[in-house]
């Protein structure tokens, strides 16, 4: 059972910052792959940036040098910490796990080349989502 529960978004003006954090509730979050997902109005989910194992990282073309990723697998929880935030980046925003590596890889993939859809259905879980909310 995996259970993902996001805090942290909320509504900020342009050029501000959030950090966003998950709880993970799963067997052994270090063996997982975790990810930040989001998803804006009418349009599909899509990958932001990933995290395998041992620390490396992954993000979006469009979120790279102001998104960080982490992740404390004491605390099992996962970070995004979101600086410069742009109106373009308002979202609902989900944390995502795979405990699948050969999927985790695609998704790394998949984001390096800029298929940010793709990355996204690599997940198998997800939770609930927070929101995110930039202004102009």
């Known amino acids: 059972q995996v259970q993902l529960v996001e805090s942290g978004g909320g509504s900020v003006q342009a050029g501000g910052s959030l950090r966003l954090s998950c709880a993970a509730s799963?067997?052994?979050?270090?063996?997982?792959?975790m990810g930040w997902l989001r998803q804006a109005p009418g349009k599909e989910r899509e990958g932001v940036a990933i995290?395998?194992?041992?620390?490396?990282?992954r993000y979006a073309n469009s979120v790279k040098g102001r998104f960080t990723i982490s992740r404390d697998n004491a605390k099992n929880i996962l970070y995004l910490q979101m600086n410069s935030l742009k109106p373009e980046d308002t979202a609902m925003y989900y944390c995502?796990?795979?405990?699948?590596?050969?999927?985790?890889?695609?998704?790394?993939?998949?984001?390096?080349?800029?298929?940010?859809?793709?990355?996204?259905?690599?997940?198998?879980?997800w939770g609930q989502g927070t929101q995110v909310t930039v202004s102009s």
């Open positions: 995502a796990a795979e405990e699948r590596w050969d999927r985790c890889i695609t998704a790394i993939q998949a984001l390096g080349v800029g298929s940010v859809l793709l990355a996204a259905k690599d997940f198998g879980y």
């Open positions: 995290v395998d194992s041992d620390g490396s990282t």
């Open positions: 799963v067997s052994t979050f270090s063996n997982y792959c």
